[in-house]
Every structure is written in structure tokens, then in C-alpha cells.
Antibody, heavy 120, light 107 residues
Framework: QVQLRESGPGLVKHSQTLSLTCSVSGDSISSDKYLWGWIRQPAGKGLEWVGRVDSSGKTDYNPSLGSRLSISIDTSKNQFSLELNSVTAADTAVYYC????????????WGQGTLVTVSS | EVVMTQSPATLSVSPGERATLSCRAS??????LAWYQQKPGQAPRLLIYGASTRATGIPARFSGSVSGTEFILTISSLQSEDFAVYYCQQYNHWPDTFGQGTKLEIK
């Protein structure tokens, strides 16, 4: 069974960098069948794709986040990571890491989510 | 960005009855449409993909269909564990986008 687990600080100061890591078990992120990504959800609100990465390191970012975002993959550790800089209160959310099939596929496995709060 | 619009925002249904949830896309997404269920404090769970294919382990009372440009999730004979928030998502155009959700509550 594929499992994803997010880790990282739950509190980040305004204008600093939010950093999260997703550890994957039960599957190899070196597989070219899947994309690995981040989705976030502010409290009481809907879901927003942040960005995704494939096994080669190719990334796609949500344009709404502009150049603040960086997603990387470490196949040796079976992990991928998110860095979002210059954070504001609008970045406070539960962040989920997910697995998505490569070609026109849905998100089939999700982490349990981790709450990140941006403090002023 | 493709805008997904779900209706209604809240749906009140009695256990044992049928629930019908709607989702529309601002442009064509072909059949690249998924439905997810989210319970409080949990991650969303994939129910339906390809507009009408049930994901692994999903009960047969959940079904997805397309009517013109409208995607529909039907839950026949609601069980107590089905009361949750449901999201549709298109994955045809990056960024994949979600609807705002329909809260299915007990009547």
C-alpha cells in the first residue's frame, strides 16, 4: 500500500520560507508512471494545486504562486520537497502531498496533511 | 485556469435516500473529471475518475455520469458514513482545479 507522509515546521514567520518534505513508502518515486505533488487547503476552504514534479525533476507550478515556489525530488531518499518563499497569512493552510498518474490521471494517494501557519 | 462550479453548496438528504451532486467546467475537460470525498480532519479520498469509473474499493452506490457539459455524482441509498464534503476536479488542463465543494448533510 502506498503511503505518503508530510513533515516540516508547523509555524513559519511572515516573509520567510515554508519548507515541507513528503516521504513515500510502498512505491518508488523513480517510476515514470507518476507525478508527485502538493495540494493545499486553507481552513474551511477548498483545495488548490500548488505544484508537481516527475521522477526526472521536471516541474509544473501553479501560476498563481508565481516565482515563489520550488519543488524538488530526491529519488535516493524516496522523497520530494516543497519550498515556498516570501510567505504571507494567505499561505496558511493544510498542505497535502499526493501521487498523481502521469498522463491525465487523478490523485489516487494522499498524505494525511500537515497544517502550516504563517505568523506575523 | 478552468473554473469548476459545484451545486448546490449544501445538500440536505435523509439516510436511505438518493443524493445528486452537480459539477460544471468553464471549458471542455473531456472526461478527465474526478470526484473526491472529504471528512473532517481527513484528506480527500478518490471516489470516481474518468467521470464514471469507480476507484478501487469504492462501493457501487457511488456513480458518476455526464449529461452534456454537466458532471453528476449520484449516491444511491445514503449511508451514515456518506455525509461529508464532495469535490470535483478536472485534470485535463494544468493547473488541475477543484470545485468549491458540496456539503452533504443529514436532513
Amino acid at each position: 500500500q502506498v503511503q505518503l507522509r508530510e513533515s516540516g515546521p508547523g509555524l513559519v514567520k511572515h516573509s520567510q520560507t515554508l519548507s515541507l518534505t513528503c516521504s513515500v513508502s510502498g512505491d518508488s518515486i523513480s517510476s515514470d508512471k507518476y507525478l508527485w505533488g502538493w495540494i493545499r487547503q486553507p481552513a474551511g476552504k477548498g483545495l488548490e494545486w500548488v505544484g508537481r514534479v516527475d521522477s526526472s525533476g521536471k516541474t509544473d507550478y501553479n501560476p498563481s504562486l508565481g516565482s515563489r515556489l520550488s519543488i524538488s525530488i530526491d529519488t535516493s531518499k524516496n522523497q520530494f520537497s516543497l519550498e515556498l518563499n516570501s510567505v504571507t497569512a494567505a499561505d496558511t493552510a493544510v498542505y497535502y502531498c499526493v501521487r498523481r498518474g502521469y498522463w491525465y490521471q487523478p490523485n489516487d494517494f494522499w498524505g494525511q496533511g500537515t497544517l502550516v501557519t504563517v505568523s506575523s | 485556469e478552468v473554473v469548476m462550479t459545484q451545486s448546490p453548496a449544501t445538500l440536505s438528504v435523509s439516510p436511505g435516500e438518493r443524493a445528486t451532486l452537480s459539477c460544471r467546467a468553464s471549458q471542455s475537460v473531456s472526461r478527465y473529471l474526478a470526484w473526491y470525498q472529504q471528512k473532517p480532519g481527513q484528506a480527500p479520498r478518490l471516489l470516481i475518475y474518468g467521470a464514471s469509473t469507480r476507484a478501487t474499493g469504492i462501493p457501487a452506490r457511488f456513480s458518476g455520469s455526464v449529461s452534456g457539459t454537466e458532471f453528476i455524482l449520484t449516491i444511491s441509498s445514503l449511508q451514515s458514513e456518506d455525509f461529508a464534503v464532495y469535490y470535483c476536479q478536472q485534470y485535463n488542463h494544468w493547473p488541475d482545479t477543484f470545485g468549491q465543494g458540496t456539503k452533504l448533510e443529514i436532513k
